[in-house]
């Protein structure tokens, strides 16, 4: 005799949909805590964290997106290169490895274009499009992620992530064209307070700075890396002589390089 479906109960069937209470929260906490997205494609593994999230929610009415959306960004935390030799590998399930970068952000973007295909009007779009922007920017295709960027950023101005996009904007421009990618490090600094924006500036810093570029101004250079330390607040009374010195060294140790 065959089961009888159990009915969703009114709790179940009033319940938000998890899917974007995830969502939701991973944005939010991506406002908070955005110093450690800067830096490429490795960055946005955030969405495995959203990812991790959605899987959880078993009850949720998103499930099958969710598992799909899962198995589409599956490369985006796998590893690259050769497997530790078998004397210190971990028991338990081995991760998803690629010989090398260019077969881990290929099968990314098929993952991630496959879920588009079968989910186009899925309220993660913002997500995944903009990863999907910072897999061609990592692929070489500057150009191409240039317009999918400047696309979401004209569709999504009140996005909770646009520091991640203000970001990818500057760093295909950085490849691009050199005096947009200073504008647009100045508009996320603009946007940004603290790390972030010492970090923004810092790279408006180095497109000018002469030591790096041909052509360079040590004027500007100087002032962006010191708007960058202002940023950052008063240094610390106490450095540990053998600890990392962190952005403000570095930042300190470009102004001391810069000609006179």
């Known amino acids: 005799m065959a089961k009888r479906k ?8 009033e319940a938000p949909d ?11 906490g991506l406002v908070k805590y955005r110093k ?3 830096g490429g494609i490795v960055a ?8 991790w999230i959605v899987n959880a929610t078993s009850k949720s009415s998103a499930r099958t997106r969710s598992l799909a959306l899962r198995d589409g960004a599956a490369a985006l935390s796998a590893e690259v290169g050769p497997a530790d030799s078998p004397e210190v590998q971990l028991p338990g399930p081995k991760p998803l490895r690629f010989e090398d970068e260019s077969q881990r952000l290929a ?8 879920y588009v295909a079968e989910y186009g009007s899925d309220d993660s779009r913002e997500l995944v499009d903009l990863t999907l922007a910072d897999v ?9 992620a240039l ?3 400047e696309a979401w950023i004209g569709k999504h101005g009140d996005s909770a992530v646009m520091p991640v996009a203000l970001e990818l904007k500057a760093r295909a421009l950085s490849v691009t064209d050199k005096a947009k990618a200073v504008e647009a490090w100045n508009a996320l600094a603009a946007a940004s307070t603290g790390e972030l924006k010492a970090d923004a500036l810092r790279q408006a810093g180095d497109l000018q700075n002469p030591v790096l570029v041909d052509g360079g101004d040590a004027a500007k250079a100087k002032a962006a890396y010191e708007a960058a330390l202002a940023a950052l607040g008063p240094a610390p009374e106490k450095v540990d002589p053998f600890g990392s010195t962190g952005i403000r060294g570095d930042i300190d140790n470009r102004l001391k390089l810069l000609p006179n």
Not at 107 to 114: D, I, N, R, T
């Open 136 to 144: 061609k920017l990592a692929k070489g295709d500057a150009a191409g």
């Open 6 to 13: 159990r009915r969703m109960s009114k709790e179940e069937l």
């Open 36 to 38: 450690p997205i800067i």
């Open 107 to 114: 099968a990314v973007e098929k993952g991630l274009s496959g």
């Open 44 to 51: 946005l593994v955030v969405l495995g964290v959203v990812l």
């Open 147 to 149: 317009a999918d960027v």
């Open 18 to 28: 998890q899917f974007e209470v995830a969502l939701q929260k991973v944005w939010e």
